[in-house]
């Protein structure tokens, strides 16, 4: 391998975190929602959701899945990083992860955020929550430096066309070319929407997949595709991005549809808001009005996603060329300062 241009010694994970055991879960959902306009009633609600599957999350097993893959991918390739994990929102928690960077005498760490889309709660939140961990670290806590975003990374593209490839292969030939590709996203307020890039970057990637899928696929007249929205919890009277994907599925079944693809594409793994929003509640939506959804599958630890977060590293390590694909530019390395600014209803505005 050739020697770093930049002195990197460590790779911090950053994900939001989620319960691992039923008295785990309203506690977590208090640190999710600290500060947001959301009703208790759809916390508990919520609650529900995660009660239903034991009180645990999966996320937390399928990060660490990821860092084993990961770890196994460094390896392989000759980069010698060791690498950290540490939640937003539940153990382990980032300021103790810093604390144990700082033992280990990691003075200056790479950040790989488990998001692909650019907005308040998918990049500034977790820089927020990254800069008040080591705030509460205090001198010793390492600088970290966050990758940058991957939306239009011929990695992250790839695999989603592929999953969506696959999906489309269970259904029966003859339905294929008219099924419909929705791809789904986390609803966020339209008032967060609109100082960030969060909508452009999705219809981007979304277009960049079905591109692929019809390279995959040798039919340039293959299935159409949607944009639709998931798992809000705002109140009713603040608005959000929409489609919600359930009433969109209702509505391509009115218009004659027979056959949906579900491409989770702004979700890394099979969470809850996968497992629950889509898994359960959508597919039964489906079975209610007739239609045939079957769910494509995240990127979760496949191995070209997995090379693609070592691609990324390897950006900022070696100093080496950013890689992106369409119409986009590779995102910056370095957010400007009013970046994704949001301030949630109840929260004092910061500067930064």
């Not at 998001?115 to 970290?144: D, H, K, L, W």
């Not at 277009?207 to 692929?212: G, Q």
Request: glycine letters at 6%; one cysteine or more; proline letters at 8%.
């Amino acid at each position: 391998m050739p020697e770093p241009t930049n002195t990197y010694d460590a790779l911090l994970v950053v994900s939001f975190g989620g319960p691992e055991g039923p008295d785990d879960v309203l506690p977590f959902l208090e640190n999710v929602l600290r500060g947001r306009n959301v009703p208790r009633e759809r916390m508990l609600e919520v609650a529900e959701h995660y009660q239903a599957f034991g009180g645990v999350s999966p996320i937390n097993a399928q990060v660490r899945e990821l860092i084993a893959a990961l770890r196994q991918e460094f390896s392989t390739s000759g980069l010698q990083l060791p690498i950290y994990w540490g939640n937003r929102n539940w153990h382990p928690l980032l300021p103790d992860t810093l604390r144990q960077m700082a033992k280990d005498n990691v003075t200056q760490a790479l950040g790989f955020v488990t998001s692909a889309f650019s907005s308040y709660s998918g990049c500034r939140q977790y820089r927020e929550n990254i800069e008040a961990a080591q705030t509460e670290v205090g001198s010793q806590a390492p600088a970290i430096d966050k990758l940058r975003m991957f939306y239009n990374h011929p990695g992250f593209v790839e695999v989603m066309a592929e999953s969506a490839v696959n999906a489309l292969h269970q259904i029966p030939p003859e339905r294929r070319a008219n099924a419909m590709l929705v791809f789904t996203a986390h609803s966020i307020p339209q008032s967060m929407a609109d100082n960030c890039a969060y909508v452009s970057q999705l219809e981007e990637s979304c277009r960049l997949v079905v591109e692929h899928v019809r390279q995959l696929m040798a039919q340039q007249d293959s299935s159409s595709w949607r944009l639709v929205y998931q798992s809000r919890s705002g109140p009713p009277s603040q608005p959000w991005l929409e489609p919600d994907v359930c009433d969109d599925l209702r509505a391509f079944r009115q218009q004659g549809g027979t056959d949906a693809v579900v491409v989770p594409i702004g979700f890394l793994s099979d969470h809850m808001e996968v497992l629950f929003d889509l898994d359960t509640e959508a597919a039964e939506v489906g079975k209610e009005i007739g239609l045939n959804m079957v769910r494509a599958a995240t990127a979760g630890t496949h191995p070209r996603f997995v090379k693609m977060i070592r691609e990324l590293v390897e950006e900022r390590f070696y100093d080496r060329p950013r890689v992106a694909i369409g119409d986009h530019p590779p995102s910056h390395d370095v957010c400007p300062t009013d970046c994704c600014r949001y301030v949630p209803r109840g929260r004092p505005a910061t500067n930064g």
